[in-house]
């Protein structure tokens, strides 16, 4: 469920923190306060669009983080897990910068994420009913997820889709090796030449960098030999001056010097190493141009051989070093290859064992679909009367898909189709209902599919558009229905409503001289009465609006 939202110079707030408990919580304000701001934020957060312009005014970059408790949402942490981001116990920080300049960013667990990743996972965590792109119920795939988890067979859904993958990946190897048989064919003699020209050069492990080593000492032999003759002259050999004949002239003017102080001792035992060093240098030189040879057989030898492994490389489009690595990789590629046509009657067995086993739990699911459709509906139909839309039909339509294929949902479509008219045909979701009316449906199909619902959270914003009294009542008492099994967060500007809530939020609005700022505070006692009171009578509370306040207030801490 969702625990904290942190909001930072977004639109009106400059900085909001807000905490949210399980059960039904209200936000309430007067118009204009930026009730909407928390869902606007939330939706942000889970990575719906943004513009700049909701960053808040003289402000360079705004913020939002949510966090959440994930203990009961096991597909989440395991979602985290197939995703390698880091663990942070039993909860996860969804977090979202936007700048002045549109650049977005998106974190989860202070990992980079992207906006697919936020939603992805937000999906998991968070079902919003609005006018924003969260609302899952205009989605078909969502139809699916309902009703499966409503039937009891969410389980059976997904071992179909494993079976539907591992099908479908078996069939398009099948149908490459069948029907690219004369370019495999090309291939393995590609393949087998590349091979053969990399066995011909045999390059050795490490055999690159000695090559390399040897030309450069080859190369530069001449400039090597000259250079190291003059060294020898400096160290013992030039006659009008040397290091250790120099050495052995300033070591004598110490030996005679008489009475010696002891910096000059010190320097004296100094020059004697040094004529030590000279002299075990002079040796090492003189080793070096003893067994040094000029090879220009050698030279082009360590030439020719570098040339073909430069040309080979290039052929590759690899860097050298790379070549060991790449006849690994054309090897095993050639291997695989080389059982294509032994495998492909493999594969067709295998195939066809995919697909029974496919149709067997398909069968089932259609099944167990076909019957839950029909309860799922009238039970819908039952909370819409509730909700003052008597005569609206809720039809969960199954469609099958052609003969002999296979999807990954099963063999029908499943779409919700609606009629607020008598007479009307079924329409979709999305081309019949208003943002009013999409909500008090969404809710009235959450309420039945509460129980079964894999989302923790669900936010509804509008639900109470266009309704009042009664229905109002019936509206309040549902959220607070699937408050007691979850968590619901709901915007609304019904008394009705707000005092059915477990918990009541009221956003404020303070206006400065240059700047307004929202802020929100939770309410209890007798400041939640005043706030009810006023959504009852407007901006004059009196003693009756007071009382019946208090009054709704007592009706809806009854509530179930």
Same mark, same amino acid.
């Given at each position: 469920?969702?625990?904290?939202?942190?909001?930072?110079?977004?639109?009106?707030?400059?900085?909001?923190?807000?905490?949210?408990?399980?059960?039904?919580?209200?936000?309430?304000?007067?118009?204009?306060?930026?009730?909407?701001?928390?869902?606007?934020?939330?939706?942000?957060?889970?990575?719906?669009?943004?513009?700049?312009?909701?960053?808040?005014?003289?402000?360079?970059?705004?913020?939002?983080?949510?966090?959440?408790?994930?203990?009961?949402? %096991?597909?989440?942490?395991?979602?985290?897990?197939?995703?390698?981001?880091?663990?942070?116990?039993?909860?996860?920080?969804?977090?979202?910068?936007?700048?002045?300049?549109?650049?977005?960013?998106?974190?989860?667990?202070?990992?980079?994420?992207?906006?697919?990743?936020?939603?992805?996972?937000?999906?998991?965590?968070?079902?919003?009913?609005?006018?924003?792109?969260?609302?899952?119920?205009?989605?078909?795939?969502?139809?699916?997820?309902?009703?499966?988890?409503?039937?009891?067979?969410?389980?059976?859904?997904? #071992?179909?889709?494993?079976?539907?993958? $591992?099908?479908?990946?078996?069939?398009?190897?099948?149908?490459?090796?069948?029907?690219?048989?004369?370019?495999?064919?090309?291939?393995?003699?590609?393949?087998?030449? $590349?091979?053969?020209?990399?066995?011909?050069?045999?390059?050795?492990?490490?055999?690159?960098?000695?090559?390399?080593?040897q030309q450069q000492q080859?190369?530069?032999?001449?400039?090597?030999?000259?250079?190291?003759?003059?060294?020898?002259?400096?160290?013992?050999?030039?006659?009008?001056?040397?290091?250790?004949?120099?050495?052995g002239k300033a070591l004598?003017?110490?030996?005679?010097?008489?009475?010696?102080?002891?910096?000059?001792?010190?320097?004296?035992?100094?020059?004697?190493?040094?004529?030590?060093?000279?002299?075990?240098?002079?040796?090492?030189?003189?080793?070096?141009?003893?067994?040094?040879?000029?090879?220009?057989?050698?030279?082009?030898?360590?030439?020719?051989?570098?040339?073909?492994?430069?040309?080979?490389?290039?052929?590759?489009?690899?860097?050298?070093?790379?070549?060991?690595?790449?006849?690994?990789?054309?090897?095993?590629?050639?291997?695989?290859?080389?059982?294509? #046509?032994?495998?492909?009657?493999?594969?067709?067995?295998?195939?066809?064992?995919?697909?029974?086993?496919?149709?067997?739990?398909?069968?089932?699911?259609?099944?167990?679909?076909?019957?839950?459709?029909?309860?799922?509906?009238?039970?819908?139909?039952?909370?819409?009367?509730?909700?003052?839309?008597?005569?609206?039909?809720?039809? =969960?339509?199954?469609?099958?898909?052609?003969?002999?294929?296979?999807?990954?949902?099963?063999?029908?479509?499943?779409?919700?189709?609606?009629?607020?008219?008598?007479?009307?045909?079924?329409?979709?979701?999305?081309?019949?209902?208003?943002?009013?009316?999409?909500?008090?449906?969404?809710?009235?199909?959450?309420?039945?599919?509460?129980?079964?619902?894999?989302? =923790?959270?669900?936010?509804?914003?509008?639900?109470? %558009?266009?309704?009042?009294?009664?229905?109002?009542?019936?509206?309040?008492?549902?959220?607070?229905?699937?408050?007691?099994?979850?968590?619901?967060?709901?915007?609304?500007?019904?008394?009705? %409503?707000?005092?059915?809530?477990?918990?009541?939020?009221l956003v404020t609005k303070?206006?400065?001289?240059?700047?307004?700022?929202?802020?929100?505070?939770?309410?209890?006692?007798?400041?939640?009465?005043?706030?009810?009171?006023?959504?009852?009578?407007?901006?004059?509370?009196?003693?009756?609006?007071?009382?019946?306040?208090?009054?709704?207030?007592?009706?809806?801490?009854?509530?179930?």
């Open positions: 469920m969702l625990t904290t939202l942190t909001v930072k110079h977004f639109t009106l707030v400059e900085s909001l923190e807000v905490d949210f408990g399980v059960g039904m919580t209200a936000l309430t304000g007067e118009t204009g306060a930026g009730k909407s701001l928390v869902l606007d934020a939330l939706a942000m957060a889970l990575g719906d669009r943004a513009d700049t312009d909701r960053i808040r005014q003289g402000q360079e970059r705004a913020e939002v983080s949510a966090l959440f408790d994930l203990t009961e949402i %096991v597909a989440a942490r395991q979602w985290l897990i197939d995703n390698d981001f880091a663990e942070n116990g039993d909860e996860v920080l969804l977090r979202r910068l936007l700048t002045r300049e549109g650049r977005s960013r998106g974190y989860i667990n202070g990992q980079a994420a992207t906006m697919q990743q936020l939603r992805e996972l937000g999906e998991m965590l968070i079902d919003i009913h609005s006018q924003h792109e969260h609302q899952s119920l205009l989605r078909r795939e969502t139809h699916h997820k309902i009703l499966d988890s409503f039937a009891g067979c969410s389980e059976l859904a997904g #071992e179909l889709r494993q079976i539907y993958q $591992q099908w479908a990946t078996t069939t398009q190897l099948l149908d490459k090796l069948e029907n690219a048989s004369d370019e495999l064919n090309a291939r393995r003699e590609l393949l087998t030449f $590349q091979l053969s020209e990399l066995d011909e050069l045999s390059l050795a492990e490490g055999e690159l960098e000695q090559l390399e080593h080859l190369g530069n032999a001449e400039a090597i030999l000259r250079d190291s003759g003059s060294l020898l002259q400096l160290c013992c050999e030039a006659e009008d001056f040397n290091l250790q004949d120099s050495l004598q003017l110490l030996a005679n010097m008489p009475g010696k102080p002891a910096e000059l001792i010190e320097a004296e035992n100094l020059l004697n190493s040094a004529a030590i060093e000279v002299a075990e240098a002079s040796r090492e030189i003189q080793q070096h141009l003893d067994k040094f040879e000029l090879d220009p057989e050698r030279l082009l030898q360590l030439e020719t051989r570098l040339s073909a492994i430069y040309q080979l490389a290039r052929k590759h489009r690899i860097d050298p070093p790379e070549l060991t690595a790449k006849r690994l990789a054309l090897q095993e590629e050639l291997d695989n290859l080389a059982g294509g #046509e032994g495998s492909i009657e493999k594969l067709r067995q295998q195939a066809a064992t995919l697909s029974d086993q496919y149709l067997s739990l398909a069968e089932n699911l259609t099944a167990r679909r076909t019957a839950a459709a029909t309860v799922f509906s009238a039970l819908v139909e039952q909370q819409f009367s509730a909700l003052s839309m008597d005569g609206t039909k809720f039809i =969960p339509q199954l469609t099958p898909v052609k003969s002999g294929q296979l999807t990954a949902n099963g063999m029908e479509t499943i779409e919700f189709l609606i009629t607020t008219n008598p007479g009307e045909p079924p329409r979709p979701l999305a081309k019949v209902a208003s943002g009013g009316e999409l909500s008090r449906i969404s809710l009235a199909i959450q309420v039945i599919a509460a129980n079964h619902s894999a989302v =923790p959270t669900l936010v509804f914003d509008e639900v109470d %558009v266009g309704i009042g009294g009664a229905t109002a009542d019936v509206v309040g008492k549902l959220l607070r229905q699937l408050g007691g099994q979850g968590q619901v967060i709901c915007v609304t500007h019904l008394p009705q %409503v707000a005092a059915c809530a477990h918990h009541h939020l303070t206006t400065g001289e240059h700047s307004a700022n929202s802020g929100i505070r939770s309410l209890s006692g007798a400041d939640r009465t005043n706030e009810i009171a006023r959504m009852l009578g407007g901006a004059r509370t009196t003693d009756t609006s007071l009382s019946h306040a208090r009054e709704m207030l007592q009706l809806g801490e009854q509530t179930a």
